[in-house]
């Protein structure tokens, strides 16, 4: 078997001001063929499996690029086109094959492109023909198009949010392309539009308990080989923006339709319940401060770069300091050219500086002190599950005794290992401020006296029911009450 592989990805917010250009995938990940490192990032595990895979096998595996930039706004379009055609011939070079894996996103946007991974199937099936299986791992914070199904065998999505699992579903992904290629099964995909949008970390119920049962299905019904659950991504505004169910039956259409419909409604059903409840930051400080166990990790959750925001945001910080709170740490304040003079200053230095809430209104103020220049880190990184997250050139800086991580390209807090690679014990400071909506639990809850989820200013428009949406459905949850007609006994 000769078996093609390549990864492009991104999560795109159609409502961010940070453009994406090839400079974005390159500060993020850029890897040739044959040179993607030994450990996977999120969207590249189909890579580091298919090869452990393939030599088992004695396949032939063929590795095109694999690139992704961290999250952001829309992509620039000739950067899109770039990369697609590069991988797109690299799979012409590469043919004949047996089969395509490939790692994607789901949510990613270019200039021109609504549905750039509809876009690049296509072009694949276009390439490959209809009998050669073409296959992908995906992230659910994205949008399953009818021309992605249409173009593709099977999808499998990570399950888990924070998303821990990317392994165990490239695991997945490759453990059906095998039984395909072998013959002993014929993938069939259903898929049922929950007709709503919502957020659904699986560290808390319900979402919890609904993940665990469809694993339980997967593994006790042989017809089933996977389930998924596309959450969508809210802030990306395209005509096939939402939830869906997606069951990947092998040869059974009507029980894989049957399935999907109800395990969606039965997830329709819950709606509202799934997200975590949020305070502001005034409350979030007052109870951190009135916390007697330490650390207390505040989670800036909506100034999330990993939903593609800025990650510049000094509200919580502007309140910390209007409360004369010293023993805490701010992980991080996006802030390319504070950094550049930081670097320029040199560890040790004190500068006048100002620094955060450049990107957008509802991010803050400026920030305008004195600080002292503790720490500076070339290309940081810090740990994500299996995987490094970069969060490139970084200063460590303090400012009325508060310990700040400015970083120059815009990464989500992961992992404490974040704070102590620049020098900042995590579990010594009494609070710690971190931007992310739900992937830093699997790691910071480990070292937590307490969680808090802050909802501070409004860098990320997080109520679908207002958000000013010019192409998505107007006929999904929240945004009207009853799509399903479940009142009228029409579901």
Request: aromatic share 8%; with cysteine.
């Amino acid at each position: 078997m000769r078996i093609f592989t390549a990864a492009l990805a991104t999560e795109t917010n159609t409502f961010s001001p940070i453009c994406v250009d090839r400079r974005a995938f390159e500060a993020s990940l850029y890897a040739p063929p044959g040179q993607h490192p030994e450990t996977p990032t999120l969207c590249t595990a189909p890579i580091t499996v298919g090869r452990r895979v393939t030599a088992e096998k004695g396949w032939e595996l063929i590795e095109g690029t694999a690139t992704w930039a961290d999250p952001a706004g829309l992509v620039n379009r000739a950067t899109y086109e770039e990369l697609r055609d590069e991988i797109l011939g690299q799979l012409s070079a590469a043919m004949p094959v047996d089969a395509v894996v490939m790692g994607l996103h789901g949510a990613m946007v270019a200039a021109g492109y609504e549905d750039t991974e509809g876009d690049l199937l296509s072009r694949m099936r276009e390439i490959v023909g209809p009998d050669v299986l073409i296959c992908a791992e995906l992230d659910p914070h994205s949008h399953l198009t009818a021309k992605r199904v249409a173009a593709l065998d099977f999808a499998v999505y990570f399950k888990e949010f924070p998303h821990t699992d990317f392994v165990d579903r490239a695991e997945d992904l490759w453990r059906i392309a095998v039984e395909t290629l072998e013959g002993r099964v014929k993938p069939d995909i259903s898929v049922f539009d929950c007709r709503m949008i919502d957020v659904f970390p699986t560290s808390r119920e319900p979402m919890r308990s609904f993940v665990d049962k469809i694993m339980r299905i997967e593994k006790d019904d042989p017809d089933i080989l996977s389930i998924s659950v596309i959450h969508g991504f809210m802030v990306g505004d395209v005509p096939e923006m939402g939830t869906k169910l997606l069951v990947v039956t092998d040869d059974k259409p009507e029980k894989g339709a049957a399935l999907a419909r109800e395990l969606g409604l039965e997830l329709f059903s819950k709606r509202g319940t799934f997200m975590v409840p949020q305070i502001d930051e005034k409350e979030a400080v007052a109870r951190a401060i009135a916390a007697t166990a330490w650390p207390v990790v505040v989670a800036d959750v909506w100034d999330n770069p990993g939903g593609g925001t800025a990650g510049d945001a000094t509200v919580i910080l502007g309140e910390l300091m209007a409360r004369g709170v010293t023993s805490a740490a701010i992980g991080t304040i996006w802030d390319p050219v504070a950094v550049q003079i930081c670097f320029a200053a040199g560890e040790g230095a004190d500068i006048p500086l100002r620094f955060g809430a450049k990107s957008a209104p509802g991010t803050g103020n400026p920030v305008d002190g004195t600080v002292k220049v503790v720490k500076l880190v070339k290309n940081a990184e810090m740990q994500f599950g299996e995987s490094l997250a970069p969060f490139g050139d970084a200063a460590h800086i303090v400012l009325n005794g508060i310990d700040i991580i400015l970083n120059s390209t815009r990464a989500q807090s992961f992992d404490p290992s974040l704070f102590s690679v620049m020098g900042i014990d995590p579990v010594r400071q009494k609070i710690l401020v971190i931007k992310s909506t739900n992937h830093f639990f699997a790691s910071f809850s480990k070292i937590a006296a307490e969680i808090l989820y802050c909802s501070a200013g409004t860098p990320y428009p997080n109520n679908p029911a207002t958000t000013a949406y010019r192409r998505a459905p107007k006929t999904i949850w929240p945004i009207v009450a009853d799509p399903h007609g479940i009142a009228r006994g029409a579901a």
